[in-house]
């Protein structure tokens, strides 16, 4: 079974990052450079998984893991949603694109997609939103899947531990993307990447740190504070392999975009990215509904997939560092 602290060749992991950047080429790369890549295995369907994950293995006899979502069914505010859809209403409209009055709770085919890790035998599966039952836990354990579990707080670290994954992943507050708190509705801990990685490492399990890598340094410190790697993703997101949308890549070098924020806007949880007119227009106005908001926002990102005022830019606070290269030339400027 996969262990962190032992079998990695070079202290780097690659993020695992849904909806786009992540791809078997990328993950690949990673992998192929001594890190270990990660592959988002969110938002495609079980059978596309299983092709990613074998896309993957023709490129790289390197191991990687595979991160999924981990589902959590909360009542929907209709009141608070209705009103959400009406005020994106005219955005939606200029874009050419009709909202969903209602949207259904999915799970994203969670269930599947552990048949598919378990038939394929991923050699990590990390979990991010929270934490699988322990049964899940157990069986992939049973096909000698290490389990990881990625946690903004030590309380969340310690009921880790306690249902038995293999490591953590400690995301601190300047990780770009996703917060990875395990209950949609929680407030964001805002803890500092190496403060968390070095209370969250005290608990004896293989740490990786994430969140605001931007250079040697920043993995140096994060190695110092207790981890065994230092996780990058926003890093990745201009590189050659990632499949992230050129007014993605091209914004994160865009001088009028100059902070990140955390905002639930386009998909009802918390997340980090670049602060645009969206942002700025309906933060604070989506219900804390996932995916429920992320399905009513997707017909408008997707038909304006080319203007960064209206797409997601996630992005951690070392979006500047950014820059097009390979994956291996990032990861090399990391550790040389």
């Not at 049964?135 to 990881?148: E, M, T």
């Not at 507050?173 to 964001?188: E, P, Q």
């Not at 931007?214 to 993995?219: E, I, L, N, Q, R």
Request: aromatic share 6%.
């Amino acid at each position: 079974m996969y262990r962190f602290d032992t079998d990695l060749t070079v202290p780097v992991v690659g993020a695992p990052m849904a909806g786009g950047p992540s791809t078997p080429a990328l993950t690949a790369a990673v992998s192929r450079a001594g890190g270990f890549g990660f592959h988002g295995g969110a938002y495609v369907s079980p059978d596309t998984l299983r092709d990613d994950v074998r896309a993957t293995r023709a490129l790289t006899d390197r191991p990687f893991g595979v991160n999924l979502f981990v589902p959590e069914r909360v009542d929907v505010d209709a009141t608070a949603f209705a009103a959400y859809r009406e005020r994106l209403t005219p955005l939606a409209d200029r874009v050419g694109v009709e909202l969903p009055e209602q949207v259904a709770f999915t799970d994203d085919a969670f269930p599947a997609k552990i048949d598919v890790l378990v038939d394929e035998r991923v050699p990590v599966v990390s979990f991010t939103f929270g934490l699988p039952d322990r049964a899940v836990i157990d069986r992939l354990h049973d096909a000698g899947i290490a389990v990881s579990s990625t946690v903004t707080s030590v309380d969340e670290a310690r009921l880790a531990v306690e249902a038995g994954v293999d490591s953590l992943c400690a995301q601190g507050f300047s990780a770009g993307g996703h917060r990875a708190m395990f209950a949609i509705a929680d407030a964001d801990p805002r803890i500092d990447t190496l403060d968390l990685v070095a209370a969250v490492a005290d608990l004896g399990l293989p740490t990786v740190g994430a969140g605001g890598v931007g250079s040697a340094d920043d993995v140096r410190a994060i190695l110092d504070a207790g981890a065994v790697a230092a996780q990058i993703g926003t890093l990745l997101l201009r590189t050659r392999e990632a499949g992230t949308r050129q007014a993605h890549k091209d914004a994160l070098a865009d001088p009028r975009f100059t902070r990140t924020v955390t905002t639930r806007a386009y998909s009802g949880r918390l997340a980090r990215g670049l602060e645009n007119e969206f942002i700025r227009a309906n933060d604070g106005r989506a219900p804390s509904a996932y995916p429920q908001v992320n399905t009513l926002t997707g017909g408008i990102r997707k038909a304006a997939s080319t203007d960064p005022d209206v797409i997601n830019l996630w992005a951690g606070s070392g979006f500047r560092s950014a820059r097009v290269a390979t994956a291996a030339d990032v990861i090399a400027g990391l550790v040389g």
